[in-house]
């Protein structure tokens, strides 16, 4: 009854910080013992992601990409240490807003490659209501954000298709690079990829120097289809959305070895997965295209 009371008379912004902090320190002993003994047996730096204990990072540059993206680079402890991330992962951020009485959670697709040492980056797009990315948005070189640990997506599979078509809408891009990163990067995985990817305006054409550059040296295996919907006079880019008309164009119907990986707005995805999950098997672009459940993930 006494602890009741207790609990009753505190403001929970304390409790809540009390439990992080005492919580904190106990995974810094643990992932400090785990961290010296590992590297103590091995010449490798160990993963910076290889287990569930959380850690902060700090921010050794942000890069302004255009009128709302970011490019944050968050460098790690050793500059010889890798992320252990495999393809198609995520990476859980905790971010505590000013004037929020709860932390809010989200999670964001690094954009560097996974063999890189050193650092890890994120590409953060900044929404006008978005808690997160108007904080992320906010940090300076030097400042530290806590990341909580690592999201393993779909479990690729060298070779297991002959070509993928990858449809990404605005900030739905960061996924998609990293899936493409991984398998041109792989000599021994020859699949072929078609990007086709949407957006608001010209400046929202994100990673398309790093796209060119990919089909200039795998002409044979990578293409990308842009398609903007509010185009600059005289830009170079078809002036529409991601229509079925548009994917029959680029990828024609669906064949028994298909698969094709969506990420997007709800609006997009809604109009290709015909709701607001594929795993609900209701109908959209895609299946009138002939692609069957299993043939489409959603990241």
Known sequence: ??????????????????????????????????????????????????????????????????????????????EDAKSGLVLTSSVLVMTWPKGKMFPTVRPYTPVSPLDQRGALELLVKKYPEGKASTYLHSLNPGDSLYFLGALKGYRWTPNKHPHVTLIAGGAGITPMYQLIQGILSNPADQTQITLVFGVNSDADVLFQKEFEEL?????????????????????????????????????????????????????????LLGGSSSRRGKGGVLEELGYRKEQVHQF
């Open 1 to 78: 009854m006494a602890a009741r009371a207790i609990l009753r008379t505190q403001r929970p912004a304390a409790i809540t910080a009390g439990l992080l902090g005492a919580t904190g320190v106990g995974l810094w002993v643990a992932r400090s013992y785990y961290t010296n003994n590992a590297f103590a047996e091995s010449p490798e730096p160990p993963a910076v992601f290889s287990r569930w204990f959380g850690q902060s990072l700090r921010l050794g540059s942000s890069e302004v990409v255009n009128h709302n993206t970011k490019r944050l680079r968050f460098e790690f402890s050793n």
């Open 215 to 271: 089909e200039g040296n795998y002409g044979d295996r990578f293409k990308a289809v842009y398609t903007v919907s509010r185009p600059g006079e005289g830009s170079p880019f078809r002036k529409g959305y991601v229509t079925k008309e548009l994917l029959e164009q680029v990828t024609g119907l669906a064949g028994e070895e298909s698969k094709v990986f969506v990420c997007g707005p709800p609006a997009m995805e809604k109009a």
